[in-house]
């Protein structure tokens, strides 16, 4: 039976935030309790610095299932699998496990993240951080939640104030010097900078107000979409490095909160233009 209720042709949202929420935490503690025997040689190499496990392709396949069983309407953009169909309007944009090489030695930091988008535009997302517990969601117009209560970006002014997150662009060559560039001045001018090896975790920290922006190139769709839709709703700004609307089409993001978002383009800008 189909979902849709209004006229944008949107399913309910909320109702199906809460499923894809009781999905995420399901497949993520499955993915909890794997941890407890998994072992290093389980693991492949897609590419350099770029680590994949029996556990990622599982849990994308019970996703998959359980998500096309609460929305039958949408298709799939999934990191593991390219050839899952596609929708033509409506595709769930899922990371069955975002912070593999976490996974992998045993670093408690690595989530579940599902989103939902009418065309590349994310209506609904859910991260599910599995060592902490910590459900984060929202949905287009329905504000931005952690395990129940409601969340904001934070409310720092100030750059020499703030705390930021990133990763690093392992795949991308020739960037890596403007990076390490931009990361020291960052450094300088900011209270620190941290590197928690999860984008997903990172923008739903951003979200919650822990960071106060977050920025990294060379990020995948399944690794932004469901925190670009929590981070909106929760007040602040998602955007490409030149200030555009396409954070996914671009691989580029900077988000977090409107003061700080705007301080940092400039910075960002000096290196990336």
Request: hydrophobic residues 40%.
């Given at each position: 039976?189909?979902?849709?209720?209004?006229?944008?042709?949107?399913?309910?949202?909320?109702?199906?935030?809460?499923?894809?929420?009781?999905?995420?935490?399901?497949?993520?503690?499955?993915?909890?309790?794997?941890?407890?025997?998994?072992?290093?040689?389980?693991?492949?190499?897609k590419?350099?610095?770029?680590?994949?496990?029996?556990?990622?392709?599982?849990?994308?396949?019970?996703?998959?299932?359980?998500?096309?069983?609460?929305?039958?309407?949408?298709?799939?953009?999934?990191?593991?699998?390219?050839?899952?169909?596609?929708?033509?309007?409506?595709?769930?944009?899922?990371?069955?496990?975002?912070?593999?090489?976490?996974?992998?030695?045993?670093?408690p930091?690595?989530?579940?993240?599902?989103?939902?988008?009418?065309?590349?535009?994310?209506?609904?997302?859910?991260?599910?951080?599995?060592?902490?517990?910590?459900?984060?969601?929202?949905?287009?117009?329905?504000?931005?939640?952690?395990?129940?209560?409601?969340?904001?970006?934070?409310?720092?002014?100030?750059?020499?104030?703030?705390l930021?997150?990133?990763g690093?662009?392992?795949?991308?060559?020739?960037?890596?010097?403007?990076?390490?560039?931009?990361?020291?001045?960052?450094?300088?001018?900011?209270?620190?900078?941290?590197?928690?090896?999860?984008?997903?975790?990172?923008?739903?920290?951003?979200?919650?107000?822990?960071?106060?922006?977050f920025?990294e190139?060379?990020?995948?769709?399944?690794?932004?979409?469901?925190?670009?839709?929590?981070?909106?709703?929760?007040?602040?700004?998602?955007?490409?490095?030149?200030?555009?609307?396409?954070?996914?089409?671009?691989?580029?993001?900077?988000?977090?909160?409107?003061?700080?978002?705007?301080?940092?383009?400039?910075?960002?800008?000096?290196?990336?233009?």
């Amino acid at each position: 039976m189909s979902l849709f209720g209004d006229n944008t042709g949107y399913p309910d949202l909320e109702l199906l935030c809460e499923k894809a929420q009781v999905i995420s935490i399901r497949v993520g503690r499955a993915i909890k309790e794997q941890r407890k025997n998994f072992s290093a040689n389980q693991i492949e190499e897609k590419d350099f610095n770029n680590l994949v496990s029996f556990v990622d392709r599982a849990a994308e396949d019970e996703l998959v299932k359980q998500l096309s069983s609460a929305f039958p309407e949408a298709g799939f953009i999934t990191e593991e699998d390219s050839t899952r169909p596609r929708g033509k309007r409506f595709n769930w944009i899922i990371d069955p496990l975002d912070g593999t090489t976490n996974f992998v030695h045993g670093i408690p930091c690595y989530a579940v993240s599902v989103a939902l988008a009418d065309g590349m535009t994310p209506i609904l997302g859910v991260i599910y951080e599995i060592n902490m517990d910590e459900c984060f969601y929202a949905w287009k117009d329905g504000g931005a939640w952690l395990n129940g209560k409601a969340i904001h970006v934070s409310n720092t002014k100030e750059l020499k104030r703030s705390l930021l997150g990133t990763g690093f662009p392992y795949l991308e060559s020739g960037m890596h010097e403007k990076y390490i560039a931009l990361f020291g001045e960052l450094q300088r001018a900011t209270r620190g900078i941290r590197r928690p090896g999860s984008a997903a975790t990172d923008m739903a920290w951003t979200a919650a107000g822990r960071f106060d922006a977050f920025y990294e190139y060379g990020l995948a769709p399944w690794d932004v979409a469901a925190g670009i839709i929590l981070i909106t709703e929760a007040g602040g700004h998602c955007t490409d490095f030149s200030n555009g609307n396409d954070p996914i089409g671009k691989k580029e993001l900077l988000c977090g909160t409107p003061a700080i978002h705007e301080a940092l383009l400039p910075v960002i800008q000096k290196y990336f233009s």
